[in-house]
């Protein structure tokens, strides 16, 4: 029985790689809709696909509390209790809120110096999170700081081997990883930066669920803290005749005080 079911995984795993693969390529030819369609197909058949409808993503920007910022980030996916603002069909995330940003291309091997660009802007941006108190003394808060960057690409470096040797080229120098895991979805490619999941064919979009399920579980069991937004932000000073006079945020308790 347990075999007939992984073989209806794996038979719906290879149709949506078809599916994602069919789609992508049928708008490969007009250049100017490449870059948008490749989110948007994504976004489609895969993300709707595998999770909930209220596991909340979108594209936008995020912030963190000292005065970093992304830049437009193809797919944000929410913590679930921090705060996010609309700005019409983007978003402003407060990094807090960020579970892992996935950066979406058409073509790796030609969009890979997009792709470390993308990945530093993002990797500069810290969160101010902590593990709840538990007993497993394993846990380490440093990691948290960093937003896990997962890349996509529909096409380029579509063996396993290939993948690993750019992800470790990529994330030479750096403490902690400059670009977490990669996904090739044309020949199905699925890597991480440490090496403890890769996947291939149909299964590669399987891990790549797994790796990002495994994120969302992990800020399940933090603390966010958002004081140093309220604290760093001055009141702008009201019109005359339009409510209270400029201030500032003061104290732990986030009292006002007038300037």
Not at 115 to 139: F, G, P, W
Not at 162 to 169: Q, T
Not at 202 to 222: E, N, P, W, Y
């Amino acid at each position: 029985m347990a075999q007939n079911h992984n073989m209806l995984l794996q038979q719906r795993l290879l149709g949506l790689q078809a599916l994602l693969n069919a789609v992508h390529f049928s708008g490969s030819l007009d250049a100017n809709a490449v870059k948008g369609a490749a989110r948007e197909h994504f976004v489609r058949y895969f993300w709707s696909e595998f999770f909930p409808a209220n596991q909340r993503m979108s594209s936008g920007q995020i912030i963190d509390s000292h005065g970093n910022d992304s830049g437009q980030v193809d797919i944000a996916i929410e913590f679930g209790f921090g705060p996010s603002f609309a700005l019409g069909d983007q978003r402003l995330y407060l990094a807090e809120s960020v579970a892992a940003v996935i950066e979406v291309k058409s073509n790796l091997a030609a969009q890979w110096g997009e792709v470390i660009t993308k990945a530093n802007q993002v990797k500069q941006l810290k969160r101010d999170i902590a593990y709840l108190q538990t007993h497993d003394t394993t846990q380490d808060n440093k990691h948290l700081k960093d937003i896990p960057f997962v890349v996509v690409g529909y096409d380029g470096y579509g063996d396993i081997d290939d993948l690993a040797r750019k992800l470790l080229k990529a994330n030479q120098g750096h403490e902690s990883p400059l670009i977490d895991a990669a996904l090739s979805i044309r020949r199905g490619a699925f890597v991480t930066s440490d090496g403890s999941l890769q996947a291939s064919g149909g299964h590669s979009l399987l891990g790549l669920c797994a790796f990002i399920t495994k994120q969302i579980g992990a800020v399940s069991r933090v603390l966010p803290s958002f004081d140093r937004y309220v604290k760093s932000t001055p009141i702008p000073t009201c019109p005359p005749g339009q409510g209270t006079s400029a201030g500032r945020i003061i104290g732990d308790g986030g009292s006002w005080s007038p300037v």
